[in-house]
């Protein structure tokens, strides 16, 4: 019978066995038998070397053997913690540019300090020294378990004098890593953008820490149970032996504020330097702050929220620096900012807060041509989804400090004053008057006004025929006077309590608000609205919102009839003023 291969082996292993213990003349004799032998017995010098690498060779044979019939599962295997594929390209890129590159070429240096996975894609936010190449010169690297190398351009890359760069990676394949080409840093597991503490600021007035957290479900427009939650800081929120804890004062919406605790307080001023930016710490790790949600299920969600001071509170101040700002929370609206500012700017705006909502269509270069000393513009990024009531409070706090009143209107809405009042006269009247810390102004919705194409000399003048009815309203407020749970649903703050709003009427002040343009307009801004509660407006929810079209439902197509809609009342009043305080008699231009 043919013996198997795993008996062939054992019988060469016997075999070597047998052979290395007669040449080295029996290993298990006796001393008189070793003394004894004969001359024929004692082996030549070659002969005795030769028997020795017999012997050397048979025991790998036995180790090999053994490893193979005992265990045939174990082989150990050293591999990299990267794909090799992918660390060869980053290394190849990186070979590549030091090539390429002249005396005069830095080469950038990236590295990634968190990950956000959103429905759509993936945030990188980089370190603050980390300095951010063209888009083209980088792509987005995934490492996968099984090693198969996945590489995508990024779908956007923003950076700002003030704040990290970001990067917006294709949306990853469950279960990756995501790194980016330039980087040499490994790759970074991303936190899911629904369950995170996305940022916080640190208020000096009451030594409070104002935290904003996603996935805590707290009900909108109303006061959680502070005493449920407290505020957990540190470097490393895994090790509940090296966190700070303080209380927390107020719960609500996805904005909590808790009391500072004195160590962080000192840490802040330590690592902050005099014009108010932040220094990274000597270890590489920086100080973070989560909430923990007490009770028998303790939980605490990641957290990327490095606590921000806010601008030092000035008590002796008697008045602000600038008597009416915006803020504004946009995407994708560059097109239309020009007008947008200089038209407030002419009737008394001083102050722009801009919270850009991931937008790829140049806003940068838009901005870039707006004169600095004429037009005081502040660009903020603010990527995360569902979060504008969040991003209304972030910039509430910001303004607070140089602003008297903040106005919270939409790039397509515009503040018009049919009578003979202006915007500093109806300050005016409220300024000296510290109980009233809201003023709310209605808001007419104008349609695509027969229109078919945008019109070329802007919003204003381009659409004259509107609805007979304010659809809501909106509201210029004092910061000082909001409530500190900062609660805010449609534009609206909770207000301190004595503090009331008042209804400025409709003969003095209003807002023509721009909702239903042409259809290509109106397709994109609903596509992606920023404050909408769905992420695609083709989802079955909330059909029946004021954030939906009436009578479009979730259907992406074009009616018919879309230009004659939302037409009961042809208004030109705003159109009037601005032909009046813009035309160039000149050219017969508009300014934008």
């Known amino acids: 019978m043919a013996m198997s291969a795993k008996e062939r082996k054992l019988s060469r292993l016997g075999s070597c066995k047998v052979t290395a213990a007669v040449g080295s003349g029996g290993g298990g004799d006796s001393p008189a038998a070793r003394g004894h032998r004969s001359p024929a017995a004692a082996a030549p010098p070659q002969r005795r070397v030769f028997a020795a690498l017999f012997a050397f060779l048979c025991a790998g044979v036995v180790v090999l053997v053994g490893v193979h019939v005992i265990g045939a599962s174990f082989r150990p295997v050293l591999t990299t913690a990267w794909p090799s594929a992918t660390l060869n390209a980053i290394s190849s890129d990186a070979r590549a540019q030091q090539a390429g ?59 700002l004098p003030d704040g990290p760069s970001l990067v917006h990676c294709p949306a990853e394949p469950s279960g990756v890593d995501v790194s980016l080409s330039l980087s040499l840093s490994p790759p970074v597991a991303p936190l899911q953008w629904d369950r995170l503490v996305y940022t916080a600021l640190v208020d000096s007035r009451d030594n409070s820490t104002i935290v904003f957290a996603k996935g805590m479900n707290l009900r909108p427009g109303r006061l959680g149970v502070a005493s449920r939650y407290q505020c957990v800081f540190g470097r490393d929120l895994s090790k509940p032996k090296h966190v700070l804890t303080s209380p927390v004062i107020s719960a609500a919406q996805e904005i909590f504020r808790c009391v500072t605790p004195v160590r962080i307080r000192r840490y802040l001023r330590m690592t902050t330097d005099p014009n108010g930016n932040g220094n990274g710490d000597s270890d590489g790790k920086p100080m973070l702050v989560s909430i923990r949600t007490k009770g028998q299920r303790d939980s605490t969600p990641p957290s990327i929220a490095e606590p921000e001071p806010l601008p030092r509170y000035n008590r002796h101040r008697r008045q602000k620096a600038h008597s009416m700002c915006v803020c504004t929370m946009l995407r994708n609206q560059a097109r239309f900012l020009r007008e947008w500012i200089i038209y407030h700017s002419h009737i008394g705006v001083e102050r722009w807060f801009i919270y850009d909502n991931n937008s790829d269509d140049d806003i940068d270069q838009v901005l870039s041509t707006m004169d600095p000393s004429r037009y005081n513009v502040t660009r903020h990024l603010w990527p995360w989804m569902k979060s504008q009531e969040a991003g209304f409070a972030h910039c509430a706090l910001r303004a607070r400090e140089s602003c008297e009143w903040v106005g919270f209107i939409d790039i397509d809405e515009f503040l018009h004053f049919p009578g003979n009042q202006t915007l500093p006269d109806i300050l005016q009247n409220y300024s000296d008057r510290p109980r009233i810390g809201e003023l709310r102004t209605a808001c007419h919705s104008f349609g695509p006004s027969g229109r078919t194409k945008i019109p070329k000399k802007g919003v204003t003048t381009g659409y004259t025929c509107r609805l007979a009815a304010p659809e809501r309203h909106k509201s210029i407020v004092r910061p000082d006077a909001l409530n500190p ?108």
Not at 114 to 132: C, G, Q, T
Not at 135 to 149: G, T
């Open 485 to 592: 749970s900062l609660i805010n649903v449609v534009h609206h703050f909770h207000l301190k309590e004595g503090v009331r709003y008042v209804n400025i009427g409709q003969s003095a002040m209003l807002i023509n608000h721009y909702k239903y343009q042409v259809w290509e307009v109106f397709k994109d801004k609903f596509s992606g609205r920023v404050a909408t509660y769905v992420a695609d407006w083709q989802d079955e929810e909330n059909v029946g919102s004021r954030d939906r079209a009436p009578g479009l439902g979730t259907k992406p197509v074009e009616p018919e009839d879309w230009p004659r809609r939302f037409c009961e009342v042809y208004d030109t009043g705003l159109k009037d003023f601005v032909h009046k305080a813009f035309t160039d008699p000149a050219t017969g231009s508009l300014p934008w």
């Open 101 to 159: 590159s002249s005396a005069d070429t830095v080469l950038p240096s990236v590295q990634i300090q968190h990950a956000v996975a959103f429905p759509d894609r993936v945030l990188l936010i980089l370190k603050d020294e980390s300095s951010l190449p063209a888009p083209q010169r980088f792509e987005c690297l995934y490492s996968p378990a099984n090693f198969s190398e996945l590489r995508r351009p990024p779908l956007l890359a923003t950076s």
